[in-house]
């Protein structure tokens, strides 16, 4: 079934303590007690959250639809598959062993969130890629090496842009972002 964000559920389902952190890091709520309240109590939070300012609540909100969206296992193992290529050996391993002791899908997501931002992009991509509904495969390509040099990326993307602007009129501003999964790139 699918899951459905509402600001409600997910303060609901975050630990009071990761809201806190979450919070603190954004500078507000730095008087309202968290310890005060029991885990899933959420209208006093609720409503300090409504007397914060539109603009910030559409911009905070938006990073708790990405943080919701990362809060499955299929979000974990994108967590757990960027964090390869940051973390090596024992390193790596601790990493993966606390994040999968946690009780709930919703605390690797946030805690990857608030501490791990240098590979939250990335999990993020590859979530989005595999939940992709198909790919469009092409079979008939030469296995090579991905070149993912400077001058290999800007001429990739140079082409990406031109073949789109001529047969369907965008793709003006085209980024290729190299990412390395397990030891694929």
């Known amino acids: ?11 609901r ?9 979450y919070f ?22 609720f409503s300090a959250w409504l007397d914060i300012p539109e603009s910030d609540r559409q911009t905070i ?3 708790f639809k990405e943080i919701f969206e990362m809060s499955c ?17 024992l390193e790596l391993a601790e990493f993966v062993e606390k994040m ?20 939250w992009r990335g999990a993020t991509c590859f979530y989005h890629a595999d939940s992709l509904a198909y790919w469009k495969k092409r079979q008939n390509l030469p296995n090579v090496t991905a070149a993912v040099d400077e001058d290999s990326i800007k001429q990739l993307a140079k082409l990406i ?18 990412f390395r999964r397990h030891d694929l790139d």
């Open 100 to 119: 999968a002791s946690l009780s709930s899908h919703e605390e690797p997501a946030m805690i990857t969130f608030l501490d791990h931002q240098s590979f």
């Open 73 to 89: 296992e299929k979000g974990f193992c994108a967590i757990r598959d960027e964090a390869e290529f940051h973390f090596q050996g």
């Open 24 to 45: 603190w890091q954004k500078g507000l709520f730095l008087d309202f007690n968290f310890n005060g309240l029991t885990e899933g109590e959420i209208e006093p939070l």
């Open 13 to 21: 389902q975050t630990p009071n303590e990761l809201l806190r952190a």
């Open 1 to 11: 079934m699918a899951k459905h964000y509402t600001t409600n559920q997910f303060f």
């Open 61 to 63: 909100d938006s990073e």
């Open 161 to 178: 842009s031109e073949y789109f602007h001529l047969t369907e009129g965008r793709g003006r501003n085209c980024i290729v972002e190299p």
